[in-house]
T-cell receptor
């Protein structure tokens, strides 16, 4: 199993550009989520999905879109990049109602917006 | 809204014991998890408490008191590789694994 994969690992964007961060998992997990991590801020939930075709907003959804057309993939789209979106982005997955609370994280995408 | 409080940094020597506390105030509570993150790496799961009491996993133990909205992670026999940030996370929704994370606590282990 590859686990949770994310691409790209690093990205530099100019203000106003759009892009998609890719996330895929091969563990047949229903639940997938996107977080951003800024220094001293912990992990903040952007969007999440409890299954194909179902998505919902987290704490900081503005400026981001998601879709979940398959169980495996959960891309995150930045509509018009802003310097405030400079951050490290993590995708995570788990079983929807896992008894143990565990989420599996991808390696992260480090995004800089200039 | 969600609020999870963790103190910011702890320095300890190899072989020592460190306790990392977490107090929470969240819209829902269905369990407390702990994650470890090394610099430049991804968070990795350490432990989970759904009920009050102590859970032990090797050198690490985690405790929960739901009546006090409080938990802690105990790191025993500290090793250099334990230098990392540690996050508590509350499972806030019944029926799915949505988590609210604390800001984290950095542990620095010195020889």
């Amino acid at each position: 199993n590859a686990g949770v994969t994310q691409t790209p690992k690093f990205q530099v964007l100019k203000t106003g550009q759009s892009m998609t961060l890719q996330c895929a998992q091969d563990m047949n997990h229903e639940y997938m989520s996107w977080y951003r991590q800024d220094p001293g801020m912990g992990l903040r939930l952007i969007h999440y999905s409890v299954g194909a075709g179902i998505t919902d907003q987290g704490e900081v959804p503005n400026g981001y879109n998601v879709s979940r057309s398959t169980t495996e993939d959960f891309p995150l789209r930045l509509l018009s990049a802003a310097p405030s979106q400079t951050s490290v982005y993590f995708c995570a997955s788990s079983y929807r109602n896992t008894a143990g609370g565990e989420q599996y994280f991808g390696p992260g995408t480090r995004l800089t917006v200039t | 809204g969600q609020s999870l409080e963790q103190p910011s940094e702890v320095t300890a020597v190899e072989g020592a014991i460190v306790q990392i506390n977490c107090t929470y105030q969240t819209s829902g509570f269905y369990g407390l998890s702990w994650y470890q993150q090394h610099d430049g790496g991804a968070p990795t799961f350490l432990s989970y408490n759904a009920l009050d009491g102590l859970e032990e996993t090797g050198r690490f133990s985690s405790f929960l008191s739901r009546s006090d909205s409080y938990g802690y992670l105990l790191l025993q026999e500290l090793q250099m590789k334990d230098s990392a940030s540690y996050f508590c996370a509350v499972r806030v929704v019944y029926g799915n694994n949505r988590l609210a994370f604390g800001k984290g606590n950095q542990v620095v282990v010195i020889p």
